[in-house]
């Protein structure tokens, strides 16, 4: 069964410092990797994917993420955190094959100004 | 383009009652999938419909139901309300049914059994 650790429940990052949010997971397969954010009370808005090719991944607002096999990880990470990237933090896998995403617990990420 | 919708956005039973949860993907999309949120937790999956029939089913109880009409909207179904189905329900839509295709969520519902 496919699975998803998110390590940490709280990263608190100063404003302009760089900011890294843990992810690692668990496929029988090939993974699809995913990273979503919300905000309180809302749904989830994509970020980015890793599908295959470059192991480093671009997705909005600046943010980007890492694939790594061998660790089995996808890090999220953002070179200078912005007070409004506090947020929950989702980190997802799927699969090849699987029609369903797995969720970790998420972060919160608290950017301190 | 609009992205995906739910309606309504609060809803509030008691238990033994049931409730009809609604959702329209976005245009073009062919895939829904329903998940759980309770709070402090990451989304669980309930189900995927796919071109009008279900897809993938997650570790729920008979209790919950779901169907996709011709146009792809979807309705989920939860009879028999419990205290523990408390949670914020998410609606996600993509263009396929399987692979590294993105999965888009609406705001979501926010149940609340008393």
């Known amino acids: 069964a496919q699975s998803v650790a998110q390590p940490e429940d709280q990263v608190n990052v100063a404003e302009g410092n760089p900011l890294t949010v843990k992810c690692t997971y668990s496929?029988?397969?090939?993974?699809?990797l995913f990273w979503y954010v919300q905000y309180p009370n809302r749904g989830l808005q994509f970020l980015l994917k890793?599908?295959?090719?470059?192991?480093l991944v671009k997705g909005s607002y600046g943010f980007e993420a890492e694939f790594n096999k061998s660790q089995t990880s996808f890090h999220l990470k953002k070179p200078s955190a912005l007070v409004s990237d506090s947020a929950l933090y989702f980190c997802a896998v799927r699969d090849y094959g699987n029609n369903r995403l797995a969720f970790g617990k998420g972060n919160q990420v608290v950017v301190i100004p | 383009d609009a992205g995906v919708t739910q309606s309504p956005t609060h809803l509030i039973k008691t238990r033994g009652q049931h409730v009809t949860l609604r959702c329209s993907p976005i245009?073009?999309?062919?895939?829904v999938s329903w998940y759980q949120q309770v709070l402090g937790q990451g989304p669980q999956f309930i189900f995927q419909?796919?071109?009008?029939?279900?897809?993938g089913r997650g570790n729920f109880p008979d209790r919950f139901s779901a169907r996709q009409f011709p146009n792809y909207s979807s309705e989920l179904n939860v009879n028999a309300l419990l205290l523990g189905d408390s949670a914020l329900y998410l609606c996600?839509?993509?263009?396929?049914?399987?692979?590294?295709?993105?999965?888009?969520f609406g705001p979501g519902t926010r149940l609340t059994v008393l």
């Open positions: 890793y599908i295959t090719g470059d192991n």
């Open positions: 245009s073009g999309h062919k895939s």
């Open positions: 996600a839509s993509s263009s396929y049914r399987t692979g590294g295709d993105t999965q888009y």
């Open positions: 419909y796919y071109e009008k029939e279900e897809r």
């Open positions: 496929v029988s397969g090939n993974p699809y």
